[in-house]
Nanobody, 116 residues
Framework: EVQLVESGGGLVQPGGSLRLSCAASGFSFGSSDMSWVRQAPGEDPDWISAIRSGGVVKFYDNSVKGRFAISRDNAKNTLFLQMNSLKPDDTAVYYC?????????RGQGTQVTVAS
C-alpha cells in the first residue's frame, strides 16, 4: 500500500522558516520522481516543486523560487521541503505527491500558516 505522510507544518511568522518532511512507503521511492503541491482554501492546487529520482534535477514554481528548496534522502525514503522567507501567501495545506507533477498519489497534507 502506497503511503505518504507529511509532517513539519505549523504556524510561523512572516519571514520565518519551516522544514516539511514526507515519509514514503509501499513503493520504490528511490526510483520515483516526487513533488510538492499546496492548496489554499477555495483555490486550485499549485504545483510548487519537484525532484527527479536521482535528486539532481529540480523544479520550482516562480512563486517559491529562491525561497524554497526541495531535497530527498533515498536511503530513508523521505522527501523534504525547506521553506525560508515565508509570506502570508504561502499559507496552505502542503501535500507530498508521487511523480513529476500535481496529479499523482498524495498524502493527507500538513497545514502551513504564515501570520503575525
Amino acid at each position: 500500500e502506497v503511503q505518504l505522510v507529511e509532517s513539519g507544518g505549523g504556524l510561523v511568522q512572516p519571514g520565518g522558516s519551516l522544514r516539511l518532511s514526507c515519509a514514503a512507503s509501499g513503493f520504490s521511492f528511490g526510483s520515483s520522481d516526487m513533488s510538492w503541491v499546496r492548496q489554499a482554501p477555495g483555490e486550485d492546487p499549485d504545483w510548487i516543486s519537484a525532484i527527479r529520482s536521482g535528486g539532481v534535477v529540480k523544479f520550482y514554481d516562480n512563486s517559491v523560487k529562491g525561497r524554497f528548496a526541495i531535497s530527498r534522502d533515498n536511503a530513508k525514503n523521505t522527501l523534504f521541503l525547506q521553506m525560508n522567507s515565508l509570506k502570508p501567501d504561502d499559507t496552505a495545506v502542503y501535500y507530498c505527491v508521487r511523480g513529476w507533477g500535481p496529479f499523482g498519489y498524495r498524502g493527507q497534507g500538513t497545514q502551513v500558516t504564515v501570520a503575525s
